[in-house]
């Protein structure tokens, strides 16, 4: 930078301007920080240990526009759904199917887990740096920043990558036996997030013939599997004939989803604005 | 397999920085472990009287290091576990700073407990594990296959920390855990053994939510074998361990947040926090007063008082006892532990480490009390200590690589190297300073100016050039041409803390062209991967204000500077062709360039931005934030075995972490090495000092020499080669040999370790029949005279002298001393080794990715210890005593090894230091892989090698000297984890003096040494495994040899026994490595029955 050519004068003002930049803006940007990330916990609406079971409860109904092949209703209640009831009308006899959570079981989904959880590490990261504490150098507050950003884009990520199962996995989770009435083996069901959707997978199978001259090849994981995915399990060969994808948008985490891009931005701008001075680390004054 | 490469460490004046994020102590209380945020592990040595100093740095983690634990019963085995934020894990052997095992897992953990039942489990025990993941992963703890876990039936999720209860009373080991909301958890352990290796469901045979959130520590407490003491940020809390009752609670004070604590003693607690403070208290315990009453009371107060602490914590109360503190210079957040010993000489010790990479170290007396008035005492300081003190404190060890370049360049003093790179091809070593200069020298006579003594002369010529340009740090470096062809090799690039982007001719030194680029400093520069399609000379350049700009070198112009990057830039590709530029950034975002006219065409995040960086996954640019930058283009995940869930199934619902996180999976490319010699410039994450680390490769080392000796003697005769190998072997059957194969058509030294070991296993042989030796002998000194003649004839090679330099510097580098003054001087004299200027850093680069270098300061304070002489470089104290075990061991060999008491010889110098290699190169060989199974059966396969030489009919050539008692040697330091460093030192130590008494007009050396060896009859002991092998192939061997080895072999069979019942005693994990011998053995048979 111009810093190099800077004389003694430009330079002590530069100097000056550091020490204000890691004495008064740090802290005003971690404030900054800290609040945007309480306001995306909340969000998540942490179970209190005390009142466990005061959670709010949300309703969202899952369906496609124009068919109505399968539709959802699930009740969302912190990082679990608490009510699913799905409501699946067969292509082939127009025979509807109704299936639910059964009473005593709860679907915990680890994705909304996980990043609250990230959340919570990051809000942790930041506490302890109040007001009070004095930044020493740059370098301490990049480090810190990274460990937040850390944090922050695997809390991110969480909610953007679903897992990639394969059928099998789908097939052996526990989400399977939770139903009543059971599910018919020739439906496997899969909920997960993606993005600030709430997603529900219904895949219809049937069994293959040992017999059949189809070349068999087992499908891969995937979030989405397409029709004509084959896997074998339990001995059984099955593909995937019809799939149906229906999903909801969850407000409140198109809201942290937003929250924890905004503060990435703010992590990112902060190291940006001390690494401008990193030709004076060297000439660190205290 | 590759075998480790010897690598010496050259620092400059900063230490690399150390950001502390994980301590502990090893049981031993000898060694202070640390890890790292950039990603290294530091082994501190802890002397008895509870001083600290560094001793060596472990690279191999591509990210922050998130906990440690021991890996073994530390008295078996000294292994350490690390885990790191991007799921790797390896485990440390701490004293020779190996690396055992390496897995790299989707799961991050926190915190790991080593977990060992020894009567009711088979294998190394189990590493239980909590992370960013739900519940606990049980992990083997010798393959780091996650074995199984143990689930929660409610309210899963992470666990925050944990501890093992084992307590004679309850009769059970449990894992006490608590979540991140607070809910404590116990598992059943000794008793679910079963059921999880079986791998039935295992779940929580207690859960209770407990009222803390954030929950850092949670300690059992084994005198009472009752307390159970749970410290979150807020507060910490006392339970009753048979109902889960709450005894008494106490809030932190002044915005201070706790991190941890441990039991003291029964109702002695010490609670720290994280800034780096300590707190001793005493629990008042009226119920304890009370004796078995107290059970009765507890119950009372809680009917009187249901579901209601208030009372109990009227109950129980702390007192303050006394406190240790941190005054200046605080950085946060502090690491720290409690080690607590009971037994004698242990101490209890409590440690801190902080993101500034200070240890601090405190000795809590084994009862604190408080002052006489009752406020709380303050417990001192005991020990304080940074990588930087020791670099500090040994000027000379930490002088930088052009270090004496820069003081004679100017009055300025030495400047930061802040980036460099070596050009293997040119030999080449460029530097980058921090005050704008760049400096071109030769690699290895800058190696050797900096490491040896009295080379003024050579320090004084040595050819160097200085660049100047650019007017502030020089921040990074590219010389394009020694990957792709299509660069002149005359370019060379430079970027500068100024924004300006210099192309030099490295030869003249003129600027080529100067690129302004005016977007802060320049972060990287990259050229275009090999296969890239069209064929120019274009480079790319990112800046720190997360811009990339197209320079394209030929036509001197900057194709396209774009500038919109909120992120810093992960990948990018340019495709003239297509006309885009690809910029993937960290947020994983991706900006779409047009490069024509310079505009943003496209900006896209989320899934179509994750597609774009897939398809562009491994055919561009990668913007590398490795560690050691040499490697951009290794693949070190080859190594690391990824290890996913496939063969495993996480209980609820199997997630990948299959975040695409900056990752950076680089380390060392050791595999790049074409050169003997490379200087590989290294570099920590956050700080702008580079350091150099010297690789010198044993093997390509060892054969260049053997060819160039033969170069040396090819013209000669058959007679002249033969009396050659006359010459180095001794023994009367390798004459015999030799003889019968004088005719055969020359093979070159490379042609394999089965040449080598062959000529151990005859050297056994003769080593036990001392009268056929001695006529060997005897022969061979007159062969010697015939030869001399021919001999004198000068070697014209000037190749030799690159080579022999590096043979030679490494042999100083390896070489005590100060051991003795006269064998100093006769190796400096005669031997062209040179005197050492300074202890040097050694270190060792196994598994091509891993690597351990000394510290300055590494037990610099016993080495001075021998007699009046001042020794350095030693490695360790016990190099003396291995080198003197080796030189007893070896003893029957040396009268007949090969003399250099002639002294007039053109090639003598040259022949003793491939000789000296060859030894250091075999030990190497022997002892590439850690101790234990592996190693067994690699010497087994060696011995197996050995056998199908002796069954084979030709190779007469080899160039090793090596002996039965040598190999069994190494073996057996093997065995008592002697660093391989040592191993070589204390080879090299004994040979030279060997192969230097004769030179000496009084012999002294060896009667004392050979003393030290008579009280210690053990190292003879073999594992004896081996052992049978060998006698079974001796046996086998003496049905296809003639009369006069016939009678060698069979006393050494008869010797054998002997040696078994000193063995029997010890070798106690030998037992289970039996089947895989009697397995090899069964080979060995059918491939001799061939």
Known sequence: MAAAMANSGERAVLEEEFKWLLQEEVHAVLRQLQDILREASHRFALPTTASGGADKQENFVLSMSGTDQVKGMLTLQGDALCQADVNLKMPKNNQLLHFAFREDKQWKLQQIQDARNHVNQAIYLLVNRDVNYQFKTGLEVLKLMDAVMLQLSRARNRLTTPATLTLPEIASSGLTKMFTPALPPDILVNFYINLNKLCLTVYQLHVLQPSTTKNFKPAGGSVLHNPGAMFEFGSQRYEVSHVHKVECVVPWLNDALVFFTVSLQLCQQLKDKISVFSSYWNYRPY | ?1090
């Open chain 2, 1 to 1090: 397999m590759k075998t480790s490469v010897p690598a010496v460490a050259v620092w400059g004046k900063t230490a690399p920085s150390h950001s502390i994020t994980a301590v502990m102590i090893t049981d031993d209380q000898h060694t202070i472990v640390t890890g790292s945020q950039e990603g290294q592990i530091c082994l501190w040595d802890l002397s008895t009287d509870l001083r600290i100093s560094s001793k060596e740095i472990l690279f191999g983690h591509t990210a922050s290091v998130t906990c440690l634990a021991k890996a073994r019963e530390f008295e078996k085995q000294p292994y350490v576990v690390s885990a790191t934020e991007n799921g790797e894990m390896c485990v440390w052997n701490v004293t020779s700073g190996q690396c055992i095992e390496n897995a790299k897992l989707p799961y991050r953990h926190t915190a790991i407990h080593y977990y060992h039942c020894s009567f009711r489990m088979t294998g190394e025990g189990w590493l239980l594990c909590c992370g960013e993941y739900q519940d606990v992963l049980i992990i083997d703890a010798k393959t780091l296959d996650v074995l199984h876990t143990l689930s929660s039936s409610q309210s899963s999720d992470w666990i925050n920390c944990m501890c093992i209860v084992h307590s004679a009373r309850i009769q059970e080991d449990s894992l006490v855990a608590v979540s991140v909301t607070g809910v404590l958890k116990v598992w059943d352990l000794s008793s679910s053994l079963n059921s999880i290796q079986e791998r039935q469901t295992v779940c929580e045979k207690e859960s209770k939510s407990l009222d803390c959130i954030n929950c850092r520590a949670v300690r059992f407490c084994t005198y009472t074998e009752r307390l159970l003491l749970v410290v979150s940020s807020m507060c910490w809390q006392v339970y009753d361990y048979c109902d889960f009752s709450l005894l008494c609670t106490e809030f932190c004070k002044g915005g201070q947040c706790f991190a941890g604590g441990e039991v003291l003693a029964a109702y002695r607690l010490i609670i720290w926090t994280e800034d780096g403070h300590s707190y001793i208290y005493q629990l008042l315990n009226r119920w304890a007063q009370m004796g078995n009453s107290r059970k009765k009371f507890s119950g009372l107060s809680k009917s009187m008082h249901p579901a209601d602490g208030k009372v109990l914590k009227e109950t129980v109360y702390p007192h303050l006892l006394s406190f240790t503190a941190m005054k200046e210079n605080k950085s946060l957040p502090f690491v720290m532990s409690f080690m607590n010993e009971r037994k004698e000489p242990f101490y209890k010790v409590l440690f801190s480490g902080e993101a500034s990479g200070r240890i601090t170290l405190w000795h809590v007396p084994d009862v604190p009390v408080s002052t006489f008035d009752g406020s709380p005492k303050e417990i001192p300081i005991t020990a304080l200590w940074t990588l930087q003190d020791h670099f500090d404190k040994h000027h000379s060890m930490s002088e930088g690589i052009i270090d004496q370049l820069c003081g004679s360049e100017d009055g300025f003093g030495s400047a930061v190297v802040s980036s460099s790179v070596y050009i293997p091809d040119l030999d080449k070593l460029v530097c980058g300073c921090e005050n704008g200069k760049i400096f071109i020298t030769v690699g290895l006579k800058t190696a050797r100016a900096r490491l040896l003594e009295k080379i003024s002369l050579l320090r004084d010529n040595l050819p160097y050039m200085v660049l100047n340009g650019h007017s502030s740090r020089v921040t990074c470096l590219l010389y394009p041409h020694d990957k792709s062809v299509r660069f002149d090799p005359s370019w060379l690039l430079s970027g500068g803390q100024d924004s300006v982007v210099i192309c030099w001719d490295i030869f003249t030194g003129d600027i080529l062209h100067q690129f302004n680029l005016q977007s802060g400093p320049v972060a990287e520069l990259l050229r275009s991967p090999e296969h890239y399609r069209v064929n120019q000379s274009i480079v790319c350049c990112v800046c720190s204000d997360h811009s990339v700009a197209i320079l394209h070198l030929h036509k001197r112009l900057c194709l396209l500077h774009a500038r919109k990057h909120l992120f810093p830039v992960k990948k990018i590709k340019f495709d003239p062709l297509e006309n885009v530029l690809i910029v993937g950034c960290e947020d994983n975002s991706v900006y779409i360039w047009e490069t024509e006219t310079g505009t943003l065409e496209r900006y896209e995040t989320g899934e179509t931005a994750r597609a774009i960086l897939s398809a562009i996954e491994d055919s561009e640019y990668l913007v590398a934030d490795a560690l050691l930058p040499v490697s951009q283009e290794s693949k070190r995940s080859k190594n690391s075995r990824d290890k996913h869930s496939s063969s495993y199934k996480h209980g609820t619902g199997p997630y990948h972490l299959a975040h695409t996180e900056k990752s950076s999976d680089k380390l060392i490319d050791t595999s790049c090495i074409q050169q003997p010699f490379t200087i590989l410039p290294a570099k920590t994450k956050w700080t702008n000092a580079n350091f150099h680390i010297l690789l010198f490769d044993l093997e390509k080392l060892e054969e260049l020499l053997s060819s160039q000796l033969h170069v040396l003697k090819s013209s000669k005769s058959f007679h002249n080669q033969y009396t050659l190998e006359r010459a180095k072997s001794t023994s009367e059957k390798r004459a015999l040999t030799l003889k019968r194969n004088k005719t055969a058509a020359f093979i070159p030294s490379q042609d394999g370790q089965a040449d080598t070991v062959c000529s151990d296993q005859v050297h056994g042989d003769n080593n036990a029949t001392r009268p056929v030796e001695e006529s060997g002998g005897m022969k061979r000194q007159k062969k010697m005279k015939s030869s001399r003649k021919i001999r004198m004839q000068p070697s014209g090679n000037i190749d030799v002298n690159i080579t022999t330099d590096t043979a030679k510097l490494l042999l100083s580098c390896l070489l005590p001393w100060g051991v003795d003054k006269e064998i100093d001087n006769l190796c400096v004299r005669h031997l062209g080794i040179l005197r050492l200027q300074c202890p040097v850093s050694f270190g060792l680069v196994s598994n091509e990715s891993h690597l351990s270098l000394m510290l300055p300061g590494w037990k610099c304070t016993d080495c001075d210890v021998l007699g009046e002489h001042e020794v350095f470089n030693l490695f360790s104290k016990r190099v003396l005593d291995l080198s003197s075990k080796y030189l007893a061991a070896t003893e029957g060999n040396t009268g007949k090894k090969d003399g250099p008491e002639n002294d007039d010889y053109g090639t003598r110098d040259l022949e003793t230091t491939f000789f000296f290699f060859s030894r250091i190169a075999l030990i190497n060989r022997i002892t590439k892989t850690p101790s234990g199974v592996t190693d067994e059966i690699e010497s087994i396969l060696s011995v197996y090698k050995l056998c199908m030489c002796f069954s084979g009919k030709s190779k007469y050539h080899s160039p090793d000297f090596g002996s039965i008692p040598l190999l069994k040697l190494i073996c057996c330091w093997n065995d008592q984890s002697v660093k391989i460093i040592e191993a070589m030192q204390a080879v090299l130590l004994a040979e030279v003096q060997r192969s230097v008494s004769p030179l000496r007009k009084t012999t002294t050396c060896r009667e004392p040494l050979a003393i030290v060896e008579n009280g210690n009859g053990k190292f003879w002991t073999l594992p004896k495994t081996e052992k049978r092998v060998l006698q079974y192939i001796k046996n086998v061997s003496v049905l296809k040899h003639d009369k006069s080895s016939n009678s060698a072999n069979f006393q050494d069979v008869e010797d054998t026994p002997d040696r078994c019942v000193l063995e029997e005693s010890e070798s106690p994990g030998e037992r289970h490595l039996n089947t895989a011998t009697k397995y090899q053995v069964i080979n060995l048979t059918q491939l001799l029955g061939l």
